[in-house]
């Protein structure tokens, strides 16, 4: 990446001689100063990087992209780029023999997961530890066939399904076994993905860069195909967003492939069953007039983003599918910077801009004992962002300097985090000591955090508070050596934890509170778990012959919203859980039906 320094507001200035925090990391800065990634060579591909932005949209929103023709990415990231939803999201650990209920609606008292006779003490007795997941509903079960010309559904067969998503022998869509990061400021990571999996080097059709060193890409070169291996650096947004289309738990039925996917989406109107705004700030202007879709094909979107010889000749469109996405998606995601927080406006040097408890909190996060900014450090709030790794000393074989931390959330046998091997056999990261790499995660930025609940890969806390009651006992799982460098000995008072918590609040943008430009977006229909004939009996689905084993689903209706956003806040996991703000005084709450 090219580093160049940019300070183009002049309150920023002050703010170079800030000193580095006690608790370690670079001075706190303004998210404005910091670059944002961009792949070098990209041009190489793409002719026009607005159009780029305009496809990538258009293909994250689209829910005709799923098998079923009704799960976009956006099913599992549509609030502040996360997913807070109630029902039908518990999975448990692949390792582990937890059982939960399918179908099950989280309550307040179901969190935190692991629930201790004293909160502030680690190894005070365990009231219940329920190892399960709070992770996203994605796709059913299925195998397979064929697409259907001119329809989003696929044609497949119900596929035997575990008892984790199995009800009286009714299948509920599967649910992913690790939460939903946010996708807003995802372009700062080095690598996505709480195990990092999503490669900084974008290789084509898999998530894992140089593991997969196959020639992806067809080009059309003086009068003839010839096969080109594409290879990208910091692009692992277009690494991360090849994975989920094809993933039989997320978005596909088992053994559909790229060209299949390119087959369907090429013969549909992009986006054509939602609703979107004329004015969306990146869709207005191809918003069909009809209101629903997008006047523009994606054949058109493509041919306006990329250069000519990777989509000239006709085999070239299906061929080269995995890569309009990877590099669209990224580039969409890219603009999802939330830089404008009432903390980035303080360090700006707006001193108005954060309350006086704010302040204090500002102050505690980043103060020696609480160690905090270890590992949550810079304007991105994570070692584990590209421009961390300017910083001097920086070591590539320590999972920790790039933001890879073992916490305890889990058990190291529930989930190895950064310590397994990719479907290539090469291990996620190649770490000096292999060790380090064991129950490792990705340290997340911190921006937007009040809306982006559960917390943690696991979502086992559903708020701050009960985050910070995690950090005081310094982690949940203490045995094995759990407990890596930097937590064991925090110390945080009463005091701490609350004007902590209050500055993680003031990180919120209200661009994204609001859905404002760029967080403005189509509608969308989500599954909000399953309908129960009786109390743990589901209805089964008739409509399909194909699928005589699934679930009726449940829709809650996203309304789109254009550049200038809604007039309420978004609602938090905390307050979906008590019902607060289904009255319309919140957006996304859940409780409008939709019909996908
Ligand atoms: C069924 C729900 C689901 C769908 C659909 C889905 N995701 Fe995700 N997404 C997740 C989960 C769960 C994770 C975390 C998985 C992990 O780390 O192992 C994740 C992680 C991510 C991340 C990484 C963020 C970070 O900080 O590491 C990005 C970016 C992302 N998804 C984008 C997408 C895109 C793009 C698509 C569509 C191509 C998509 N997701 C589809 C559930 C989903
Ligand atoms: C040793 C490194 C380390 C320290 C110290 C640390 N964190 Fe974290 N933090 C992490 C990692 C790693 C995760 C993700 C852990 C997981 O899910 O397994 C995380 C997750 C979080 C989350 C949840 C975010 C989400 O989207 O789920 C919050 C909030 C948070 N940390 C705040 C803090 C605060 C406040 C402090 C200081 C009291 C702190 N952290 C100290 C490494 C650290």
Known sequence: MKLTTVLLIPALAANLTAQPPPGGG???????????????????????TRALVVLGKAFFWDMQAGSDGKTACATCHFHAGADHRLQNQLAAPAASSATITPNQTLTPSDFPFRRLANPNDNRSAVLRDTRQIAGSAGIFHRSFFDIVPSLPAEQGADQPSTARSTLNGVQTRQVTARNSPSVINAVFNVRNFWDGRAKEIFTGPTSFGDSDPAWNVLAWRDGQLVK???????SSLASQAVGPALNEIEMSYLGRTWPKLAEKLLALQPLGRQAVAADDSVLGPYADPSGLGLAANYRTLIEAAFQPAYWQAPELLEANFAIYWGLSIQAYEATLVSNNSRVDQFLEGNRQALSALEQQGLRDFQNGGVQCTQCHQGAEFTAASVSNRTTRGFNPANPRDAGFFRTAVSPLADDPGLNALDPFGQPLFKAAQ??????AFKSPGLRNVELTGPY?????????????DF????GDFPADGNLGPGIG?????????????AFMKALTDDRVRFQRAPFDHPALCVPTGHVEAAPGILATDTS???????AIDRWAHIPAVGREGETVPLQTFDELLRGIGNDGSRAHHLTTPCVP
Request: no cysteine.
């Open 471 to 474: 950090y005081a006992r310094n």
């Open 228 to 234: 080109e291996q594409i290879r990208l650096e910091n």
């Open 489 to 501: 000995r925090i110390r945080l008072s009463p005091q701490e934890r609350n004007s902590i918590v």
């Open 434 to 439: 292999p060790n380090d790499t064991n129950g």
């Open 456 to 468: 943690f890969h696991n979502g086992g806390q559903a708020t701050l508070e009960q985050v910070m």
């Open 26 to 48: 670079p001075p706190l800065t303004s998210l404005k100063s910091v670059p944002i990634p961009t792949p070098p060579g990209l041009d190489r591909y793409v002719r026009d």
């Open 544 to 550: 399909d012959a194909q699928f005589v084993l699934s």
